[in-house]
């Protein structure tokens, strides 16, 4: 029998490893993990997104270099642009993945935006790894770490209820869960 990963990767999840795990540091269900990379970024793509008026529009994929780039001119136009897998978009978001290791980098990027979702979803949800030097405003439920797409500032915005649990369903529905017992990939 596949492996959730393995019916992951089958259904377009092209980070399922990644994904997986990230959804294990996060404590976040693997299925809402692949719902959201294949909304915000068909998949899991480490690319820079299309929000209009911002820093690095359409850029491409993500590296190091582009991201140190996009970071400074985000710091010096005061807009900002969706960044990796998770698309975060808002600064607070994009500057705790860069503490962890690098907002370029698809699990740091994957697991603070799962950390965000799950601490939107239940704010009072423990287990969450926001630092207590870092001051991020908690969103309210009904916000999420992307920005809105009309070049907004660097600040999260509503997101589709019903945009995501299509999504889910529809992953729902080919398998990608696995059961709640079952602890290998």
């Known amino acids: 029998m596949a492996t959730p ?14 994904a997986w795990d ?12 692949c719902a959201f990379l294949m909304q915000e970024s068909s998949g899991g793509q480490n690319v ?3 929000d209009a008026g911002c820093p690095f529009l359409g850029a491409g994929t993500v590296t ?3 991201y140190k780039a996009y970071k ?9 642009q969706g960044v990796g897998p998770m698309q975060l978009t808002w600064r607070g978001f994009q500057d705790q993945a860069d503490d962890r290791g690098g907002c370029w980098k698809p699990m740091v990027n994957v697991t603070v935006g799962l950390e965000a979702l799950k601490t939107s979803i239940n704010p009072g949800t423990p287990g969450t790894r926001r630092r207590e030097s870092t001051t991020v405003p908690r969103p309210t439920p009904t916000r999420w770490m ?7 500032s660097c600040s999260p915005t509503p997101t ?9 369903s529809r992953l729902i529905t080919r398998s990608i869960i696995g059961t709640s017992t079952r602890t290998s990939r």
Not at 22 to 33: C, I, R, T, Y
């Open 5 to 18: 990963v393995e019916i992951a990767g089958a259904n377009g999840i092209l980070i399922p490893e990644i």
């Open 22 to 33: 990230a959804s294990q540091e996060a404590g976040v269900p693997f299925w809402a993990a």
């Open 48 to 50: 820079f997104g299309h």
């Open 64 to 66: 190091e270099a582009k």
């Open 72 to 80: 400074k001119e985000r710091d010096s136009v005061g807009r900002c």
């Open 146 to 152: 992307a920005g809105s797409s009309n070049g907004s």
């Open 160 to 168: 589709s209820s019903r945009a995501i649990a299509t999504i889910g």
